[in-house]
């Protein structure tokens, strides 16, 4: 009995400084950020978790990978379109603002001009540049779609996916705020 009464002191002991070493480093984080914890009802917040500038939320796609900071006033929805391709938007209507995130599998080191024309069947490419998205080489450019105008897209490959950005031109300014936030998990 005397040695299970001191192993359970022990055994709180140790929780209870495992409980003060997380919430302190916890707290040091938040205050070096300014920042309160992301929510998100579309993201599970998890180990891969980070904290978000204020103002900002994060968005975790646990399997498609990633996690991107976006503004709070946005609003995410997600599309199924069958065969493991997925779309993510991220929308303030209020103030004609967004983008989207077009994830596909794709078994290719880079994009082919193949999947380029089946994806922009404009063939509109304009102002190619090399691009690195948390490690991943991509390329960004000037797009036009028939239904948009003109586009700003940004394209990378990682683990098996394509990721397609697309936003309007006039917000390219907004889209590069965001994509510095990008992380592969």
Same mark, same amino acid.
């Given at each position: 009995?005397?040695?299970?009464?001191?192993?359970?002191?022990?055994?709180?002991?140790?929780?209870?400084?495992?409980?003060?070493?997380?919430?302190?480093?916890?707290?040091?984080?938040?205050?070096?950020?300014?920042?309160?914890?992301?929510?998100?009802?579309?993201?599970?917040?998890?180990?891969?978790?980070?904290?978000?500038?204020?103002?900002?939320? +994060?968005? &975790? =796609?646990?399997?498609?990978? $990633?996690? @991107? %900071?976006?503004?709070?006033?946005? *609003?995410?929805?997600?599309?199924? !379109?069958?065969?493991?391709?997925?779309?993510?938007?991220? +929308?303030? &209507? =209020?103030?004609?603002?967004? $983008?989207? @995130? %077009?994830?596909?599998?794709?078994? *290719?080191?880079?994009?082919?001009? !193949?999947?380029?024309?089946?994806?922009?069947?404009?063939?509109?490419?304009?102002?190619?540049?090399?691009?690195?998205?948390?490690?991943?080489?991509?390329?960004?450019?000037?797009?036009?779609?028939?239904?948009?105008?003109?586009?700003?897209?940004?394209?990378?490959?990682?683990?098996?996916?394509?990721?397609?950005?697309?936003?309007?031109?006039?917000?390219?300014?907004?889209?590069?705020?965001?994509?510095?936030?990008?992380?592969?998990?």
């Amino acid at each position: 009995m005397r040695y299970a009464f001191g192993t359970l002191i022990v055994f709180a002991a140790l929780c209870a400084a495992l409980l003060f070493f997380f919430n302190l480093k916890h707290e040091t984080l938040s205050a070096s950020l300014g920042a309160e914890p992301a929510t998100t009802s579309l993201a599970t917040a998890g180990p891969t978790s980070r904290w978000p500038p204020d103002g900002w939320r +994060e968005y &975790v =796609s646990t399997p498609y990978k $990633f996690s @991107i %900071f976006y503004p709070a006033d946005m *609003k995410v929805s997600e599309y199924d !379109e069958g065969s493991g391709a997925f779309i993510v938007t991220f +929308e303030n &209507v =209020s103030d004609v603002q967004g $983008f989207q @995130i %077009f994830i596909v599998p794709y078994d *290719k080191p880079q994009v082919s001009p !193949e999947r380029f024309k089946q994806d922009i069947p404009s063939g509109v490419r304009t102002d190619m540049q090399d691009v690195t998205i948390d490690g991943a080489l991509g390329a960004a450019f000037y797009s036009r779609d028939e239904s948009l105008g003109e586009t700003r897209e940004v394209w990378f490959v990682n683990k098996g996916y394509l990721y397609e950005v697309t936003t309007l031109k006039p917000l390219e300014k907004d889209l590069l705020e965001i994509l510095p936030s990008w992380r592969f998990i």
